[in-house]
T-cell receptor
């Protein structure tokens, strides 16, 4: 059974600080997704990571994937209040051509001045 | 393009009542999904469809039925609602898992907040 674990589940940060969210998954997978959700809103796709060593950056967010360690990280650089949201990672079963996503429980990020 | 839309946005049901949630997408996506989101649980897959006329069970299918009569629509039915089905329901759609990077991304609708009393 594929399990996806995120930590921390809650993260309170000060502006301008750096931090990393971790996403571990239990079985082999060749793809990893990061989504953002604002309160009461839908999910917005941030990154799609499709190979070992993949690194993608958008603004103050950078995501990476280590398929051997079954680990993805979402690094936040110099946090700002606008980054406050819940961040989810998700992956699919091996050979999951149907795209069935298994989500982590989410990391609720709060950036305080 | 409207993307993925869901109807209704909010609904309150009494235990035992039935209802249907409608999901529509205008991106010509083959695959469609229904998830539920509960506090502290992330999203869990209820049912999914890989094409018109086909459906399959996800992680938490009990108490729900689905139909995909048209490619652009995916219906989620609750035959006899229970308080445990109080949740936020999200529909999503995607292309099949081909080699292109963005084609496996799922696009989510705005959600339906359902309360069963």
């Amino acid at each position: 059974e594929l399990k996806v674990e995120q930590n921390p589940l809650f993260l309170s940060m000060q502006e301008e600080k750096n931090y990393t969210i971790y996403c571990n998954y239990s079985t082999t997978s060749d793809r990893l997704y990061w989504y953002r959700q604002d309160p009461g809103k839908s999910l917005e796709s941030l990154f799609v990571l499709l190979s070992n060593g993949a690194v993608k950056q958008e603004g103050r967010l950078m995501a990476s994937l280590d398929t051997k360690a079954r680990l993805s990280t979402l690094h936040i650089t110099a946090a700002v209040h606008d980054l406050s949201a819940t961040y989810f990672c998700a992956t699919t079963l091996p050979g999951g051509s149907q795209g069935n996503l298994i989500f982590g429980k989410g990391t609720k990020l709060s950036v305080k001045p | 393009n409207a993307g993925v839309t869901q109807t209704p946005k909010f609904r309150v049901l009494k235990t035992g009542q039935s209802m249907t949630l409608l999901c529509a997408q205008d991106m010509n996506h083959e695959y469609m999904y229904w998830y539920r989101q509960d506090p502290g649980m992330g999203l869990r897959l209820i049912h999914y469809s890989v094409g018109e006329g086909t459906t399959a069970k996800g992680e938490v299918p009990d108490g729900y039925n689905v139909s995909r009569l048209k490619k652009q629509n995916f219906l989620l039915g609750l035959e006899s609602a229970a308080p445990s089905q109080t949740s936020v329901y999200f529909c999503a759609s995607s292309y099949p898992g081909l080699a292109g990077a963005t084609r496996t991304q799922q696009y989510f609708g705005p959600g339906t907040r359902l309360t069963v009393t």
